[in-house]
């Protein structure tokens, strides 16, 4: 039981030292309790070790008295039991042993006792050997607590330690290192070359000489590296501050920033990637461009996507999505590994070459890489067809900085883009003005439906055997009360990017069938041709809008005809299948137009409902002097008939083209040679004349 003298009791007992006397002498035990409990302990007494190791577990003392000779258990057995106790090979023991027995005394010690006291006891000395043990104690627990946190904040940290011995060529590692880098505890030496043999070989020597160089006496009195540290399993990136101390020794701090450093890495790739494709993002090329005009001349090339919207708006982003990726990888890997490629915003790509190329070499590059381009995607087991625009900007002429020079080759890109599909363009200064007319052009075409200036002119179309017009093309002009008669070329891709194509669309085909029912209330028969725009071509409601339009006019079926090219009907040949299919239930005629130019895939052709193709006009154009493209037409008719589809030449000009087209049987010829296209009053007046002679 505890003894506690009122003037002694502090007010927080938990906060008190409290010390357990074990001695089978009760003499003994009183005193001891009286003398420590004075000098402010709370003292517990046991008579035999048994006790003792029983009050232990209850009473959580700071200090033990032991004594060693006791019956039964005597006071080595009860150290040993006491230091075999979970969490008390911490706790301080004193044992009191006989005046002079040294066997005793090193029995005492090696049985795990901190200290003794000789009996007789020298009660003054006493308090302060106990008080003492107890300071050391507390030190010594203080400095495991200290140990064990900057352990764990070491482990936290991801930091271990290093000494080298340079002269006897040692090197420690510290536990922490060790485990971190999952090595085995020991050993825990080795040389500087294990730990070089740990590090990449080329950066294996730097390591060496910087660690070499640490010296307090020079401005090198710490050195700060980084580099790797290969595991058979994984590689680590570590910072290590080494520095010499007072005995020569070099000592390095290492600490593991592996996930620091993937993560900056990772910050770093983001900041200048683009996620989807993972193509470099216009921050990289800007960068890259800048660098690179400042020193050498420079190739910037910008491509899109035509018509990339569509494609989404039929496929879905996802899809969209995909075509990009394919896009991505499809320039990427014509590059070659030469130059630069980035995305810089949705369709748009950017490709920078820095080797000296001349026009011709730029040129090439440009079409082989819209070639590959060009190639089929797969989508939702369809073969999708895209094409693109690009435009191409030179450095110094076309411009000094990143900036201009991207808008250059995107101003290019799209003067390209007016022209036609898969075509390229170099920028050209002197066509600034026609930009800045743009704006200008789009203000006029939002107008331009309201105030009527639209009109329809209609270019013949003759029977070759029986040399009769028979038919007639409907070709858009905007009479424009500035700019005179604007041809389709100049407007028709800029309505179809301002989305006014639905209602220019509609416009013209109530037109041509007003003047195509006109035609045939005067008996003349004319089979009236429109040219359908993509936009218009993908919209649910075309079929039902035409066929209204239709009924409504009052014109039989046959003599209304719809031209879609090639590449609108392969963008997603399925669903093409699909509206034509029901425009044929409809009775109407239908032609694939531009024939020859894209992909004509001779599968669908023969699936899609139609009544002609148009021959282009590029294969009419050269064929009486080049052979290739007269075996192309050649091959085109002999297909169509196969097939029982008619064929219709564009872009007759001249004579001999009439009369070869006609020897290889050819259906129907279309251009200069019979007429431009000409307004309705006097396309009456030639058609008449014509079918008259
Ligand atoms: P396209 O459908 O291939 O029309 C044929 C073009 O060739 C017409 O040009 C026509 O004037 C021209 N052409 C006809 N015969 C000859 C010839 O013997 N020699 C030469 N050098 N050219 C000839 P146009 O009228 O300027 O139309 C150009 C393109 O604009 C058309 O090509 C068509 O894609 C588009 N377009 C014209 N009208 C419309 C329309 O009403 N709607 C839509 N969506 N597009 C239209
Ligand atoms: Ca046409
Ligand atoms: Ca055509």
């Known amino acids: 039981m505890a003894l506690n003298t009122d003037n002694t009791a502090p007010e927080n007992l938990d906060s008190l030292t409290k010390i357990l006397v074990i001695d089978d002498e009760i003499s003994i ?7 420590l409990t004075k000098a402010g302990y709370i003292v517990e007494q046991a008579e035999s070790g048994k006790a003792g190791l029983n009050c232990i577990a209850k009473f959580d003392p700071d200090l033990v008295l032991l004594d060693v000779v006791m019956p039964e258990m005597d006071g080595y057995d009860t150290c040993k039991a006491i230091r075999s106790l979970p969490k008390n090979n911490q706790l301080p023991v004193l044992m009191l042993t006989g005046l002079d027995d040294v066997n005793a005394i090193d029995r005492a010690f090696s049985e795990g006792a901190t200290d003794f006291i000789t009996k007789p006891i020298n009660w003054p000395l006493l ?31 991801k930091l271990g ?144 996507i035509d018509r990339f919207h569509l494609i989404n708006d039929t496929f879905g982003s996802v899809e969209g999505d995909k075509i990009l990726q394919i896009a991505a990888s ?88 007016a022209l036609s599909s898969n075509r390229f363009a170099f920028y050209d200064s002197s066509k600034e003005t026609d930009h800045s007319q743009r704006f200008y052009l789009e203000n006029e075409l939002r107008n331009a439906l309201k105030l009527d200036q639209f009109v329809l002119f209609y270019q013949p179309q003759i029977d070759l055997k029986t040399d009769k017009i028979i038919g007639v093309e409907a070709l858009i002009r905007w009479q424009h009360p500035d700019m005179g008669l604007v041809p389709p070329i100049k407007f028709i891709p800029l309505v179809e990017e301002m989305e006014l194509i639905h209602d220019v669309g509609d416009w013209i085909y109530q037109e041509a069938l007003n003047q195509a029912k006109a035609w045939f209330d005067e008996s003349m028969n004319i089979r009236v041709g429109i040219n359908l725009s993509a936009k218009q071509f993908i919209k649910p409601e075309l079929v039902a809008n035409l066929h209204r339009a239709l009924r409504e006019s009052g014109l039989p079926a046959e003599y209304f005809d719809l031209e879609i090219t090639e590449s609108m009907a392969m963008q997603n040949p399925e669903a093409a299948l699909n509206t034509l299919n029901q425009f044929k239930e409809l009775g109407m005629t239908l032609a694939i137009d531009d024939f020859g130019t894209g992909y004509s895939s001779l599968e669908y052709l023969q699936r899609f409902p139609v009544d002609f193709v148009k021959i282009d006009r590029a294969f009419i154009k050269d064929m009486l002097t080049n052979k290739a493209d007269q075996s192309i037409v050649k091959a085109i008719i002999a297909i169509a008939n196969s097939l029982d589809l008619k064929v219709i030449a564009e872009g007759v000009e001249q004579a001999e083209e009439y009369a070869l087209l006609q020897t290889m049987g050819c259906d129907e010829v279309q251009g200069y040679y019979i007429s431009k296209p000409l307004p309705a009053p006097e396309a009456s007046a030639f058609i008449k004349h014509y079918n008259a002679k």
């Not at 035990?29 to 003398?35: A, P």
């Not at 106990?130 to 946190?149: D, F, G």
């Not at 990772?266 to 461009?289: S, V, W």
């Open 29 to 35: 035990r009183l005193t001891l309790s009286k003398i």
């Open 330 to 417: 499809r320039i990427n890997g014509a590059m070659e590994g030469q130059g630069l490629v980035a995305r810089m915003a949705s369709d748009e790509f950017c490709i920078l070459l820095t080797a000296e190329m001349d026009y011709g070499a730029i040129s090439s590059f440009v079409r082989s890489i819209q070639q590959t381009l060009n190639k089929p995607c797969q989508i939702k087991e369809q073969d999708i067809h895209i094409e693109t625009s690009a435009g191409i900007a030179l450095a110094p002429q076309d411009g000094q900085d990143a900036e201009t020079l991207i808008n250059a080759a995107k101003r290019a890109r799209f003067t390209s883009k």
């Open 127 to 157: 308090v302060r050997r106990v008080r003492y043990a107890l300071r050391a104690s507390e030190m010594t627990k203080k400095l495991h607590t200290a140990n064990l946190r900057q352990s764990q904040a070491q482990t936290i940290a």
């Open 161 to 304: 330690f290093w000494e080298w011995n340079k002269e006897a060529n040692l090197l420690t590692w510290s536990p922490e290192l060790l485990a971190l880098f999952g090595l085995p505890l020991t050993p825990n030496q080795g040389t500087i070359e294990d730990y070089l043999a740990l590090i990449p070989d080329y950066e294996r020597q730097d390591i060496f000489n910087m660690l070499s160089s640490v010296n307090p006496q020079t401005n090198k009195q710490t050195v700060s590296l980084q580099h790797q540290i290969v595991m058979p399993n994984q590689t680590y990136m570590v910072r290590v501050y080494a520095s010499k101390n007072e005995d020569n020794l070099v000592l390095g701090v290492m600490q593991d920033i592996t996930e620091i450093h993937e993560a900056e890495a990772q910050l770093e790739y983001q900041h200048y990637h683009d996620l989807l494709t993972t193509l470099p993002n216009r921050r990289m090329f800007t960068e890259q461009l800048t660098k690179t005009v400042k020193n050498s001349a420079a190739t910037v090339i910008s491509i899109d």
